[in-house]
């Protein structure tokens, strides 16, 4: 049996893969090993012990990709906590952009990026990944991320830049009433997921002027950013992740603005790694 796992900054998603077929599959927190501490990492691995009790005998490998495992510490790391709890298993550890890269390159060359809770772009030339663009975090970069909507929205809402419409259907929204939205902002241990959670409001309103120029001026930052680290305009572009998704229409249409050769979309690249299994 072979665990496989994508793990991004709001979830963790695990499979379990057994004579070519899918056996368990199910989600819980995310990790990103640039800001999880080594209890966070246990815990998603604890749990998924849990779910894996009844057939721990026959697990043999299990690959970890995620977010943060660019940086050969963050791999050891991961890497020793998984051994620990999954003792008998071959673990690997890599990088979650290696994922998209097999799931929409396969064999072939291309720009791969990660569009979700945060933000990241490699070039991969069909066997490995040769380039990254720097990262910079969700506090300098993440550039058409969730966590970038979600800022850039409540940025514009907070400073009184929105008309009374657009204010009053987010506010309608909001599971909490709007002067609490700074203490969720500063007075909590993961603001990313916050400004993150904006996004799905984003996407339901896209029709929305006001949101929709938001998220182009971000999109547009993306594309603009990562250009300069790919400035080939005939080498052909690829996305994963919820925010490259759900985005799509808005995304194909800056991508044609920019002269940027958009190949594919898609939201779970584990789910096409599947099919190479089966």
Request: net charge neutral; proline share 3%; hydrophobic share 40%.
């Amino acid at each position: 049996m072979q665990i496989l796992i994508d793990s991004g900054a709001t979830k963790s998603e695990f499979i379990a893969i057994y004579n070519k077929k899918v056996v368990y599959h199910f989600e819980t927190f995310g990790i990103n090993a640039n800001y999880a501490t080594d209890m966070e990492i246990e815990d998603v691995y604890r749990y998924a012990h849990e779910q894996l009790a009844t057939v721990l005998s026959q697990i043999r490998s299990i690959k970890h990709y995620g977010a943060g495992c660019l940086r050969e510490e963050n791999v050891k790391r991961v890497s020793r906590i998984i051994s620990t709890i999954f003792s008998h298993a071959k673990v690997e550890v890599y990088s979650d952009l290696l994922i998209p890269c097999h799931a929409l390159c396969q064999k072939r060359s291309g720009v791969v990026g990660i569009l979700g809770t945060g933000a990241a772009v490699c070039h991969y030339d069909g066997e490995k990944i040769t380039h990254i663009a720097p990262s910079l975090g969700y506090l300098l970069g993440d550039e058409g991320s969730g966590i970038d909507l979600g800022k850039r929205f409540l940025k514009a809402y907070l400073s009184k830049q929105l008309s009374s419409e657009t204010c009053k259907t987010f506010e309608k929204w909001l599971s909490f009433e709007p002067i609490q939205i700074i203490s969720q902002l500063y007075g909590k241990e993961s603001p990313r997921k916050f400004l993150a959670s904006i996004a799905p409001f984003l996407s339901e309103n896209i029709n929305n002027k006001e949101i929709r120029n938001i998220c182009t001026d971000a999109f547009s930052h993306f594309f603009r950013f990562n250009k300069i680290h790919f400035p080939d305009p005939s080498i052909a572009w690829y996305l994963s992740g919820s925010i490259a998704y759900y985005f799509q229409q808005i995304i194909s249409e800056v991508a044609e603005n920019e002269n940027i050769s958009l190949q594919k979309i898609i939201q779970k690249p584990l789910e096409e790694i599947i099919l190479c299994y089966q």
